[in-house]
């Protein structure tokens, strides 16, 4: 679904990511983890089309999308969270998810003006949408609550939500687990399992917690010093020889 071609990102004398080349297949849920300062924000921000890679080329779908701007990714299927989540906090969650869907009628004065039946219509749609969302993430005790006032791993819930008030492709989620206290945080494991596997969403996520990444993810790529360090299951790459000496300055043999 994601093909990611020998990409490097310079900022000034600092290669953040360094001809780097990673795939993520279609209804996979792939991790991609490291130490600090390894790429992983670097990368997704050049997947999500937040920033331009220096040089190399990213695929969506085997369509070339390099240097595309976020909105026209969305619009072809390609969504992110954020670790800190980015709700709008004067909103209900219902109505968080409900300013998702792209050009609706009732954004047009002509169309609320003049064509208030069609507004309502496709309004009740996209409601119905919103509530079969809700039910999906168990957050309907909270649905008329004002976003800002969830905690963290419930603003997680509805970041995810949104993704599903669309016809997503791949969701990239960037430390969903950041913050969220284990109960929550199986809730959010439970709901990408089901999106995956009911509803053939493919995911890449950055995490930091190995147990939540052994979990969910299969494959596992793990980057360090802007490269691809190793790729394989959660459990090959933790006993890998260089990955345990990129994270913690040491390898096995030097114990």
Not at 164 to 182: C, P
Request: glycine letters at 10%.
């Amino acid at each position: 679904m994601i093909k990611v071609d020998c990409v490097s990102k310079h900022f000034g004398g600092v290669h953040a990511v360094s001809n780097a080349s990673i795939e993520i297949a279609k209804g996979s849920i792939t991790g991609l983890i490291g130490p600090n300062g390894a790429g992983k924000t670097t990368m997704f921000n050049m997947i999500a089309g937040n920033i331009k890679p220096t040089s190399g080329n990213i695929y969506l779908d085997g369509e070339d999308v390099t240097g595309l701007p976020p909105y026209e990714l969305f619009h072809k299927g390609l969504l992110r969270t954020f670790q800190i989540a980015h709700e709008f906090t004067t909103l209900t969650v219902l109505e968080n998810l409900m300013m998702v869907p792209a050009l609706q009628a009732g954004e047009e004065l002509m169309n609320a003006w003049f064509r208030p039946s069609m507004v309502r219509s496709q309004e009740a749609k996209i409601r119905d949408r919103a509530l079969e969302v809700i039910d999906f993430l168990n957050l309907s005790h909270v649905a008329q609550e004002l976003a800002g006032n969830l905690s963290g791993g419930q603003k997680k819930l509805v970041e995810l939500g949104r993704t599903m008030m669309v016809d997503a492709k791949v969701v990239l989620l960037d430390e969903v687990g950041a913050g969220v206290n284990r109960s929550l945080l199986r809730e959010i494991g439970n709901a990408i399992v089901r999106l995956n596997k009911e509803q053939d969403y493919t995911f890449c996520m950055i995490e930091h917690d190995m147990d939540f990444i052994g979990r969910l993810c299969d494959p596992v790529i793990v980057m360090a010093e802007g490269a691809v360090l190793a790729e394989g299951t959660a459990e090959q790459v933790i006993s890998n020889e260089a990955v345990i000496e990129a994270y913690l300055g040491r390898g096995l043999k030097n114990k």
